[in-house]
């Protein structure tokens, strides 16, 4: 059970408890998909857009290098025969560097890319709470549940209401 499925639950049961029943008529309880409003979201395609553009030419490097590397490797498969020892050797070793080196800097980019999308991400998910916030208390709503909801009628579904108001910004 995720973390969010037990805090939506617990919540829950301090309602029942607390008499649900009886202040249930009068409150209003609504859910977003958060992940449909990430997807739909014309923020998220910006983001993408955005970091695509940062990280490109890092990209076109580490490609440029993939290449390079591949033809020296397709040479020494090549003319490994016909190569003096030392040559051969060298290449060998030239091979390993850059083979190690690709590897690092392959790493390192990935590294980059992913917190950079979690930054991103992060401070998209304050502007969706802040939109979430804003259709609930247009609507009168007193609860919005995020997750863990099972069925719910479309009436207390503000997923697209939120996607508009992100179309809106």
């Known amino acids: 059970m995720t973390k ?3 805090l939506a639950a617990a919540l829950l049961l301090v ?9 249930a008529a009068g409150t209003k309880v609504a859910f977003v998909q958060v992940a449909k409003v990430l997807q ?4 998220v395609k910006a983001i993408k857009e955005r970091i695509r553009k940062e ?7 580490l490609v440029a290098e993939q290449k390079k590397l591949k033809k020296l490797k397709e040479k020494l498969a090549r003319d490994a025969a016909i190569m003096s020892e030392s040559e051969k050797k060298r290449l060998e070793r030239d091979i390993i560097a850059r083979t190690r080196k690709l590897k690092n800097a392959q790493s390192e980019f990935q590294e980059d890319l992913s917190l950079r999308q979690n930054e991103e991400l992060a401070k998209l998910r304050k502007v969706i709470t802040e939109v979430v916030i804003k259709v609930a208390k247009q609507g009168g709503f007193d609860m919005v549940l995020e ?10 579904n503000i997923t697209d209401q939120v996607i508009r108001e992100l179309k809106r910004r």
């Open 147 to 156: 997750s863990g909801v099972v069925w719910a009628n479309d009436k207390v």
């Open 55 to 61: 990280f490109a030419k890092r990209d076109d490097q």
């Open 40 to 43: 739909a979201s014309p923020q």
């Open 4 to 6: 969010s499925k037990i």
């Open 15 to 23: 309602f029942i408890v607390s008499g649900g029943p009886a202040l």
